[in-house]
């Protein structure tokens, strides 16, 4: 059932970190239930699996009250929506709190609950930017490249707002009290530079983009295209992987290569390792260099990796409700996950969370005749 088995998370649906975070936590066995707009159509959304799906009008007073009921019986609460919102709609943390003091309140946003950058808006690439990262992403000559919106939205900022929440559970076992979690994915993002911080401070890390070890300047260290137009990754980086790469690439007899950390000569080297590389195949590189140590691998598509016969291997994606995606992770000895699942959604749904939220039938059904409740 996973390790997070009866424990109840509220969710107030949104995009990005939030769900994606939620679903961590599902994922690992947590009862998730999200709050959808009364409005909201039924969604085939791969970050929105193993939901159960309730819609609230919560501009409505009885929606509000309902929230309220639903938050009294959960052990933590995820909201992603600019500072004040929420206190605006009567369901601030003092508001969830007071009906359950132990309740630990999650909020995600991009800059975070307060400073001069608030209440601006934002989306990953701004986050990154502003956090030290997105300078130093991308290849010598060229403009800042954004690594999709991962290192945002869902590194720093989904991800880091389910350890937090992890964190606060732990604590509230002991104290009985719950609290507020400000994730803000500015943080989060310059915290997952920590390493590259090191490496500055040893001077790894400190000339232009794309000219250090690992930001694509070392030869060793790339990517690289093969004659069939795909590409290899390579990452050689202690001596006897590095000279494994020579001696497969037919280079270890090169003098010039000799001097792998010499900063003056990685163009020229990587010049010879393009050249070396682009006289064969994809295959027949995975052929040399998946039985010799040179840490290698294919660069893949989505579609290609779930193909992989290691990610088939160890079930590194599963189908759900049609939908190919990911599988939960990490792996658990003895609390051992379930399966992801469809969301659960629809009227017969509403009315099953709202007893279990302490409604009654005379109540559901008036919310649902209302439009509160859908």
């Given amino acids: 059932m996973g390790p997070l088995s009866g424990i109840r998370v509220l969710e107030v649906a949104g995009q990005g970190p939030g769900p994606f975070a939620a679903m961590v936590l599902a994922d690992l066995g947590a009862e998730v ?28 007073a009885d929606g509000v009250q309902v929230f309220l009921r639903l938050a009294a019986s959960s052990d933590a609460l995820i909201e992603g929506f600019r500072p004040g919102t929420m206190e605006r709609l009567g369901l601030g943390p003092q508001d969830c709190m007071a009906a359950n003091p132990a309740l ?3 909020r ?16 990953d690439i701004n986050y990154i930017a502003l ?16 690594p999709l919106n991962l290192l945002g939205d869902y590194g720093g900022g989904g991800m880091l707002l389910a350890v937090g929440i992890l964190g606060a559970l732990v604590e509230t076992t002991r104290s009985g009290q719950g609290q507020v979690i400000d994730a803000a994915m500015v943080d ?43 590409y290899i990754s390579v990452g050689s980086m202690e001596p006897q992987f590095y000279d494994e790469l020579l001696r497969v690439t037919g280079l270890d007899g090169d003098p010039l290569m000799a001097g792998q950390h010499d900063r003056s000569l990685w163009p020229e080297q990587k010049r010879r390792l393009t050249e070396a590389i682009l006289h064969r195949t994809s295959r027949e590189w995975r052929e ?5 140590p040179v840490c290698f691998a ?36 003895r609390t051992t996950l379930d399966g992801p699942r469809t969301p659960r959604q629809g009227t017969d749904e509403t009315r099953a969370i709202l007893a279990d939220a302490g409604c009654t039938t005379e109540e559901i059904e008036s919310l649902i005749e209302s439009g509160t409740a859908r």
């Fill in 33 to 60: 239930i999200r709050v959808e707009r009364p409005n909201a159509f039924d969604i085939k959304d791969v970050v929105a699996r193993s939901r159960r799906i309730v819609r609230l009008d919560l501009k409505k």
């Fill in 108 to 123: 995600i946003t991009g800059w975070g609950q307060d400073g001069p950058y608030a209440q601006a808006p934002g989306h």
């Fill in 131 to 146: 956090a030290g990262v997105l300078a130093h992403l991308g290849r010598a000559g060229s403009p800042p490249t954004p």
């Fill in 298 to 333: 294919p660069v893949l598509d989505m579609a290609e990796a779930v193909r992989h016969p290691h990610n088939v291997a160890r079930g590194t994606f599963v189908e759900v409700g049609g939908m190919t995606q990911p599988a939960p992770a990490p792996r658990f000895s």
């Fill in 104 to 106: 630990i309140y999650g």
């Fill in 188 to 230: 989060g993002s310059a915290l997952l530079m920590t390493f590259a911080w090191t490496l500055h401070h040893m001077g790894q890390l400190g000339g232009p983009r794309g000219t250090n070890i690992l930001d694509s300047g070392a030869p060793f260290y790339d990517v690289y295209e093969c004659a069939d137009g795909a």
């Fill in 288 to 292: 040399v260099m998946e039985s010799a």
